[in-house]
């Protein structure tokens, strides 16, 4: 079946999805934790007419505005085959406008959220910018991305939601509360932490198995996305190479500077070690091999991560990290790192079986 998709290249839905999946965790961290939802009496539309608020920093309205450019950004690209200069952005726009008013709206049934006008007029402002930027560049990035992506990106069937799956797999660094590359922890989801006795090097043992299991998960997917098997050589690596840089955005943010690279313990490091040396002989199988052994390789790093003693620093990180304006951040990462493999797995069968 993949050869039969040679000859015709496959629609790009990329930008859809991309626009679609940050619109979803965009609704998520709006509404988190989704708990205390009651009627106050208060109208929903109320916060329309508020005056400037008394306290605010510079933080909040900033990010505010960052949240919602990509989400303008990526659901412009995905409408500029749209008649009309302009009709794509002015769409962009409006559609992350309409989403900012909605949750800002939601909100008022929430106790723990708090409705704002500013919060609509940023969310607002960062739709516009994206949906410019994507008017401005996109007439020049899609001739050069529809002329490299046949030599980069394999012709599997729905490539492109392959590749938006790997792309939310890199928001899962952000959590510190996660072994490295350990996802779907099911325990963060349906009982909080649980405290467990264990001696230090059980633990290294488990990180060492977790991070190599979904080391060779990660790099047979992604080898499976690239055009060739010589291709996946030299991608594969830089996949890895963004996560790195990810993770140390990630401890620096939570640490300081100087200690971005905490996170790579000699449990790591090992572990990187036999997954490097695996990946690079099983990326010589051809597609369908390396995604029916990232599957498995997959669901043997959730059987693992959901079995192994829980870092000792999760308390520490999580108190730090919970803090301020990264509650409902924590909270939103949290969620895509517990679901992503469960997303992942049937995607990687249903492909696998279509090849």
């Not at 090097?201 to 080898?223: D, K, M, P």
């Amino acid at each position: 079946m993949l050869g039969s998709q040679q000859g015709r290249p496959a629609p790009d839905l990329l930008p859809r999805y991309l626009a679609a999946a940050w619109a979803v965790l965009t609704l998520y961290g709006s509404l988190y934790p989704f708990a205390g939802w009651q009627t106050v009496g208060i109208d929903p539309f109320a916060f329309l007419t508020l005056p400037w608020p008394r306290y605010w920093t510079a933080f909040d309205l900033i990010a505010n505005v960052v949240i919602y450019l990509p989400l303008g950004f990526f659901a412009t690209l995905s409408l500029l085959r749209l008649p009309g200069r302009w009709t794509a952005p002015l769409l962009g726009t409006l559609l992350a406008a309409l989403l900012s008013f909605s949750m800002e709206s939601l909100q008022a049934w929430l106790p723990a959220r708090i409705s704002s006008n500013v919060d609509l007029g940023c969310n607002s402002l960062g739709g516009l910018l994206g949906s410019l930027l994507a008017a401005w560049i996109g007439p020049q990035l899609q001739p050069f991305w529809k002329s490299w992506r046949p030599r980069l990106i394999a012709p599997l069937p729905h490539v492109d939601l392959g590749l938006t799956l790997l792309g939310l797999w890199l928001l899962t660094l952000l959590s510190p509360e996660n072994l490295l590359f350990g996802t779907g922890d099911l325990r963060l989801l349906l009982g909080g932490l649980p405290t467990l006795s264990y001696a230090p090097e059980t633990y290294r043992f488990a990180e060492t198995a977790v991070v190599a299991s979904n080391f060779l998960a990660l790099g047979l997917f992604a080898g499976a996305m690239t055009q060739g098997r010589w291709l996946a050589y030299l991608l594969v690596p830089l996949f890895f190479l963004v996560a790195a840089l990810v993770r140390s955005l990630e401890s620096a943010l939570l640490a300081g500077p100087g200690r971005f690279l905490d996170w790579l313990t000699p449990g790591v490091e090992q572990g990187l070690q036999l997954g490097a040396v695996a990946l690079g002989i099983l990326l010589l199988l051809p597609p369908l091999g390396r995604l029916m052994l990232a599957a498995l390789a997959l669901l043997a790093g959730v059987i693992l991560v959901n079995l192994a003693p829980l870092d000792p620093y999760s308390p520490t990180a999580l108190t730090l990290w919970h803090r301020g304006h990264f509650l409902n951040f924590s909270g939103l990462i949290r969620w895509v790192a517990t679901i992503w493999p469960f997303l992942t797995l049937p995607y990687l069968v249903l492909v696998s079986r279509r090849i």
